[in-house]
């Protein structure tokens, strides 16, 4: 999803006086412990964010959920076919729904389960015998009025609201809280079905937009009728969505590295117009990100922009939309350089989710450096291709206005704490900051795309990709990660110069920290190695100028000669 924390972090920054600045974040960084000795966490942050031995024993392998959605009274009934296959005999399964929603019955080989709630957690007591390699499949019956957003699409819920000619505008938001927010699932991001089919039931006179592909429309005889989409690849809770409203429909075929892929575009029948226009963002983004991340994952299902009453979020294959048809973020540029201005970011940022966030997903959401941190760094690629590389230079280091270094960008494991908002722009410099180290573009795309080839369709750890790109690129880059995702301090490049000598070294970093930086010296590009102790460099000439590549998420000071 998108940051909200921008309005107010763009004002903090701007400091050209680094010792105060420093100063400040040093004083920040002593007076804070950290989060996960400060909060107490309760149970139900462990069965929400753990693999707890009622979710280990089996792996998910279809859904099928059947909503309908009463706009009347804003409630939501229906059930959800849970397919699974065993991994070890066990008699209890948990599945999660959050309140105020309820669980009504369970039924597995007709007959109905006996189950206990604990929050928002269920604990099903399974009767028949769960032999290891069996494919078993029980339905969850279930209704309420669900949780309404209060500010979709930072706080979980549903939004009910109407368009401008008065009928029903209805959307789902809820990454962070979670899909057991509306409907019953394993609310966990390791584990997701190989495929799933949302069959959705709405008054006649609207149109539901759910996941992948569009089977069917079921008409009923009671002035309601049933959107039956099927998406044939692996999809993640918090992506399976639905988009209710009176829309209408546009498409364009996209001629693209796997063939033509499907692009489909569901907007409210008053901006149609408008959105023919602003949806070309759609093949520009597709155009850059196949080149940079390789083929768009999910070919099968389509790409579909779908209208939403809120800003925007990834849902898979379905990106949604509430950018107003206007370029930047809500027409803002969150960089400053103007760059920003050049395109959609809800287009852009979002549908670059496809990549990292729904093909490559975090299993736990300690992670989701992985699904922010490149994406916001997709945008910078995304200018890279249309506008040069200049143009995303400026844009990336732009962005730099909005880097809090306030906590760590990785969360607390195992509790569904994610970490510093920082895993945007901070993590979109430090990935800006690896491909100067790696200092070879077709190389670094190599990687990007070996990414998305190597973990196609999987649920990874943070350790499965640092380990990736220390491989790939090279290098050990295990300092490198700890200091911009397990520490809050900017390494600091201090050197001098005495005469013909330059003295250099980094400060305020982890131990072992080695990164190599690009400086001109006397306006001369010239590689630098330096580690946390003094290196010297001979034969200058004398009264030497050096200047850091601005393109390296650092501090540079001269110390004052010893
Ligand atoms: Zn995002």
Known sequence: ??????????????????????????????????????????????????????????????YHLKVQVNPADSTIKGSNVIHYKVLEPNKVMQIDLQEPMA?????????????????????????????????NKLEVFYGGKPIVSTNPPWTGGITWTKDSNGLPFIANSNQGSGASIWWPCKDHMYDEPDSMQISVRVPENLTDVSNGRLRGIEPHNDGTRTFHWFVNNPINNYGVNLSVGDYVHFGEKYEGEKGTLDCDYYVLRENLEK??????????????????????????????????????????????????????????????????????????????????ANNITNKDVADMWIHESFT???????LDY?????????????????????KPIIGIYNVNRSGSGDMYYKGGNMLHTLRQIVNNDEKWRGI????????????????????????????????????????????????????????????????????PVRVMINGQ??????????????????NATVQADPNFYIEASEATAA
Do not use: C
Not at 113 to 126: E, S, V
Not at 338 to 347: E, S
Not at 386 to 406: F, L, P
């Open 275 to 356: 959105a023919k226009v602003q949806f070309k963002d759609a093949k520009r983004m597709l155009q850059a990100f196949e080149h940079w991340f390789g083929p768009y994952p999910f070919y099968e299902d389509g790409f579909k922009l779908v209208e939403v009453p809120y800003l925007g979020m990834e849902h898979q294959s379905a990106v949604t939309y509430g950018n107003g048809y206007q370029n930047g973020y809500r027409g803002r540029d969150l960089s400053g350089s103007g760059w920003g201005l050049k395109f959609d970011f809800i287009i852009i940022h979002e549908a670059g989710h496809e990549w990292f």
């Open 448 to 515: 990007l795309r070996g990414l998305n080839k190597d973990f196609y369709h999987q649920t990874v750890t943070t350790q499965q990709i640092e380990d990736y790109l220390s491989q790939h690129t090279g290098r050990e880059l295990k300092p490198f990660f700890d200091q911009y995702l397990r520490d809050v301090r900017i390494p600091k490049l201090e050197y001098q110069v005495n005469g013909k000598k330059l003295k250099y070294r980094w400060t305020n970093t982890v131990d072992g920290f080695d990164m």
């Open 103 to 135: 669980i009504q019955k369970i039924v597995q080989d007709g007959k109905e389960l006996t189950f206990k709630r604990d929050g928002n957690a269920y604990f099903i007591q399974l009767a028949a015998t769960q032999r290891a390699g069996a494919q």
């Open 1 to 62: 999803m998108a940051n909200k924390k921008i309005i107010k972090t763009t004002r903090m920054l701007h400091y050209r006086n680094y010792v105060f600045a420093l100063a400040l974040l040093l004083g920040l960084a002593a007076a804070t412990t950290t989060e996960a000795q400060t909060r107490q966490f309760t149970r139900q942050d462990t069965l929400r964010g753990s693999i707890t031995p009622e979710r280990a024993w089996w792996d998910l392998t279809y």
């Open 376 to 382: 916001n760094y997709s945008e910078n690629l995304f």
């Open 386 to 406: 249309h506008y040069g590389k200049q143009a995303s230079s400026e844009y990336v280091i732009g962005t730099r206005q909005n880097i809090r270094n306030d």
């Open 525 to 542: 590009e010239k590689w630098l190695e330096p580690t946390t102790e003094w290196k010297e460099l001979k034969g200058l000439k004398k």
